[in-house]
């Protein structure tokens, strides 16, 4: 593994486990002032204060695992496939696939991420 994609897998997985462990001041960290966050039947989080917002009022997980399973650098791309384990708000649990695409500032922050599930359509 390349010393950059290293960097960037210990960075991806330092945001997992701070959303898995409900950190949410220092995921919301890792992000730009002007990021913006797309996410499947949501309206986009823009700023720091949409992403808190989401993890704090928006988000249906309660809690959970995430585990990655790769990690794939182009550019300022980082791609990573993964898979979550947890419970909803409503006690549902829930396992699913995920697909999660970041863009990288300068400064090693996330500008944009976008995160996709693997999920039949209805």
């Known amino acids: ?60 997980i309660k809690e959970g695992t995430h585990r990655v399973e790769s990690v794939v650098r182009e550019g300022d791309q980082v791609a990573v496939r993964g898979s979550f384990e947890g419970v909803l708000r409503d006690g549902t649990p829930t396992s699913l696939r995920y697909a999660d695409f970041f863009t990288l500032a300068d400064d090693d922050r996330f500008s944009k991420r976008e995160t996709f599930f693997f999920a039949p359509l209805a």
């Not at 997992?16 to 409900?22: A, M």
């Not at 960290?29 to 996410?39: I, K, L, Q, S």
């Open 1 to 60: 593994m390349t010393t950059a994609l290293a960097r960037e897998t210990a960075l991806v997985q330092d945001f997992y486990r701070h959303v898995d462990s409900g950190d949410v001041p220092a995921l919301v960290a890792m992000f730009t002032e002007d990021t913006v966050y797309y996410r499947p039947g949501y309206a986009p989080a823009v700023g720091q204060e949409g992403v808190a917002h989401f993890y704090t009022h928006v988000r249906v």
